[in-house]
């Protein structure tokens, strides 16, 4: 098979713990829906959840809108033509990340990805799509210790769950347009009133910390863990024209957001598309998701409307993607290690 044309899929609601949805609903549809539970959406996944096996593989549309194979079927039997012969020698057919829009009505656990011979971690990158704010408290997100705090302090918290660990991290104000680059070892948590997107490599093993959460063999659970301060400019980065400029023009910009000088492991950019612009990605496939506005793609296989809330993956076969802007057209695009 040769891949000519972007990949789309169904819809992959899929519940969690943590109460979320009506954001997400927003986002994706423009309309409310009975859905506080389901408050994660899962994009080209290959797994399953870990809460519920029948949930959390991803399904591709044809580009007749009708439905194809689950996700990991297809890369097993055409994986060649998504990733590129170069790709698979060097990396396999499993798909390398894990991307999805987590709503959060109220603040998630606080975590984090030990780095360990036994649970390598890799980091993970957030990108505040939506917020409001909650109880009259503005949006923010927790991430890192503040200086000062000591590892003994940090163990006797876990255990309290009386709020003492939150008041270690910083309180991290974020809104629209915010992106945070998380290294592994670093604890974080979404605060509530967000719609975040994810993105990490896939089987990338986070445990939470705080002992209502915590399983018994979360690593924190059995040693002080290594404190390491940070302050909040360390994570955060605000999407805008001053970024590593990729591209800019009287028709939009695209600049880079997580590159090599954080990790190998993914590359994003963000696009801002106000006419038409051709977006030629040095990877060879991609993950591509409309968080504003609409428009249509052009590629050399065809042409496609596309909106907010859309994703699709951008297989070896389609270098390059031509974006026409109704208005305005706002991109994420994500991007593995080569």
């Not at 270690?168 to 809104?175: G, L, Q, T, Y």
């Not at 604890?187 to 990490?200: D, K, N, R, T």
């Not at 800019?248 to 957001?257: I, Q, W």
């Not at 968080?291 to 909106?307: F, L, P, Q, V």
Request: with cysteine; net charge negative.
């Amino acid at each position: 098979m040769n891949l000519v044309s972007p990949m789309f899929f169904n819809p992959n609601r899929v519940s969690s713990p943590f109460k979320g949805g009506r954001l997400l609903d927003y986002f994706l549809d423009g309309v409310p829906k009975d859905s506080e539970n389901l408050s994660e959406e899962w994009f080209a996944s290959a797994a399953p959840s870990p809460d519920n096996p029948e949930e959390g593989v991803s399904e591709i549309i044809d580009e007749h809108g009708l439905d194809c194979d689950p996700w990991p079927q297809f890369l097993t039997a055409h994986g060649d033509s998504v990733f590129g012969p170069d790709y698979i020698l060097q990396h396999g057919r499993d798909f390398p990340l894990q991307c999805r829009l987590i709503d959060s009505s109220e603040r998630r656990g606080i975590q984090f990805t030990p780095n360990t011979d036994e649970f390598p971690g890799k980091p993970k990158a957030w990108i505040i799509v939506d917020a409001e704010e909650s109880d009259d408290k503005e949006p923010t997100v927790l991430i890192g210790f503040k200086d000062g705090v000591a590892p003994e302090d940090v163990v006797e918290a876990t255990k309290l769950d009386d709020g003492r660990l939150e008041l270690m991290m910083h309180c991290i104000p974020a809104k629209p347009g915010d992106a945070f680059f998380i290294p592994p070892g670093v604890p974080h948590a979404i605060g509530a009133g967000m719609l975040v997107y994810e993105i990490q490599p896939t089987g990338n093993q986070s445990f939470y910390i705080e002992n209502k959460f915590r399983s018994d063999d979360a690593p924190w659970a059995l040693s002080a863990p290594e404190v390491v301060t940070h302050t909040p400019e360390d994570f955060r980065y605000v999407i805008q024209p001053s970024n590593h400029m990729l591209k800019r023009s009287d028709e939009g910009f695209c600049g880079e957001v997580v590159g090599s000088h954080q990790t190998d492991e993914f590359k994003i950019w963000h696009a801002e598309v106000v006419s038409k612009m051709e977006i030629k990605v040095p990877a060879p496939f991609a993950m591509v998701l409309c968080t504003g506005g609409e428009g249509n793609i052009s590629y050399a296989g065809g042409t496609r409307e596309i909106k907010k809330g859309d994703f699709f993956v951008q297989p070896f076969g389609v270098p390059w993607i031509e974006y026409h802007a109704h208005g305005r057209l706002s991109l994420t695009v994500t991007m593995p290690k080569n």
